[in-house]
């Protein structure tokens, strides 16, 4: 089964303060990975796509790497303003369907 | 428009009551997807819409729940008879491509 599963659930950061999350996911065929970002009261916004294992994507303080097995957001000296949920999804290898299978989430939380 | 909007964007319903969400894609988008969001919990996949064809309704809770794109446009996600566990946020995402843009969501409370 088609499975997605982010860790921690929640993370509380010192405005700089570097870390990553995890994004663990087993699927028979992974058509690609994603990163959306999600803050109270609005639907997720599109961050990043990963297609193959070394794939690395930067976005600001924000990088994306992919391995066969997990992806990991890395976020360099946040501020308070990267304070959101960060979703991570999959999407199999199904023919003419491009549903997306979620994580639950890490609710990130920066303190000035 | 610039985005994909949804209305109403809260529901208040009561229970048996009937419900009518309406999403509005990005001009050109061909697929449409429905989600359910949980508190606290990632989008769970409902159905979607290649043009005005459904070709995946496989994650419908139930038979009361119906969604339709009649002109490849405008959808609209139906639940009839409402209970308290269709109490979500629904979702409503569209594409071109591999990345699906999302709209803001409507949030239903059933009573």
């Known amino acids: 089964e088609d499975q997605v599963t982010q860790s921690p659930e929640a993370l509380r950061l010192q405005e700089g303060e570097s870390s990553s999350l995890n994004c663990s996911y087993t699927v028979s065929g992974l058509r690609g990975l994603f990163w959306y970002r999600q803050d109270p009261g609005k639907g997720p916004e599109f961050l990043f796509t990963l297609y193959s294992a070394g794939e690395e994507k930067e976005k600001e303080r924000l990088k994306a790497t992919l391995t066969k097995k997990e992806s990991f957001l890395h976020i360099t000296a946040p501020k308070p303003e990267d304070s959101a949920t960060y979703l991570c999804?999959?999407?199999?290898?199904?023919?003419?369907?491009?549903?997306?299978?979620w994580g639950a989430g890490t609710k990130l939380i920066i303190k000035p | 428009g610039a985005g994909v909007s949804q209305s109403p964007r809260y529901k208040v319903a009561k229970r048996g009551q009937d419900v009518a969400l309406r999403c509005d894609p990005i001009s050109g988008h061909v697929s449409l997807f429905w989600y359910q969001q949980a508190l606290g919990q990632g989008p769970e996949f409902l159905t979607y819409f290649q043009n005005e064809a459904q070709l995946d309704k496989s994650g419908l809770p139930s038979d009361r729940f119906f969604a339709e794109r009649p002109e490849g446009s405008v959808s609209t996600l139906k639940i009839q008879r409402t209970q308290q566990e269709d109490s979500a946020v629904y979702l409503c995402?569209?594409?071109?491509?591999?990345?699906?843009?999302f709209g803001p969501g409507t949030r239903l409370t059933v009573l």
């Open positions: 995402a569209t594409s071109t491509g591999p990345e699906q843009f």
């Open positions: 999804a999959v999407q199999p290898w199904v023919d003419s369907n491009y549903q997306l299978i």
